[in-house]
């Protein structure tokens, strides 16, 4: 089927048409002032947040960003794994100057340790609740043949 021009002419009004509909819905004198008690409530539940919210997420997100390369090391199976653990610890002790290095070291290819043991992934892994429940329940299992 062949489309008209005036059917695209009317889709590309339709989003500017919901704009001007809303701002004329908006009303024009609305008095949201605050003022005296409710007011000093309102900047006392600000500072609050403020004080002991705001940095708790900030550290929160600081550290969640700062493990990044360790976790991308371990999905890849990175031979140096542990050592770019290590660098994203002393990342943290150095203000994150150190991450962008383990950023890099996480992504790239150890060439060396691929011609020294003839594989580029590496054996390094922690244990996760799923290996420590499997470990378990092979030994439970083991109880229950005895």
Known sequence: MKK???????????PYLGIVLFL????QSANAHASGE????????????V????????????????????????????PQAEAIKTLCLLSLAFGGLLWPLAWL?????????KMAYKTDQGDYHE??????????????????LE
């Open 4 to 14: 008209n021009a005036t059917n695209l002419k009317y889709c590309t009004i339709c």
């Open 24 to 27: 004329l819905l908006i009303p």
């Open 38 to 49: 409710a007011l000093d409530s309102i900047a006392e539940a600000v500072s609050w947040v």
């Open 51 to 78: 004080l002991i919210i705001a940095p708790i997420i900030g550290i929160t997100v600081f550290l969640m960003v700062h493990i990044l390369p360790e976790k991308i090391a371990e999905k890849r199976k990175h």
């Open 105 to 113: 070291w996480a992504y790239s290819k150890p060439v060396f340790y």
């Open 127 to 144: 244990p996760t609740m799923k290996d420590l429940a499997e470990e378990k329940a092979a030994e439970r299992e083991k109880e229950d």
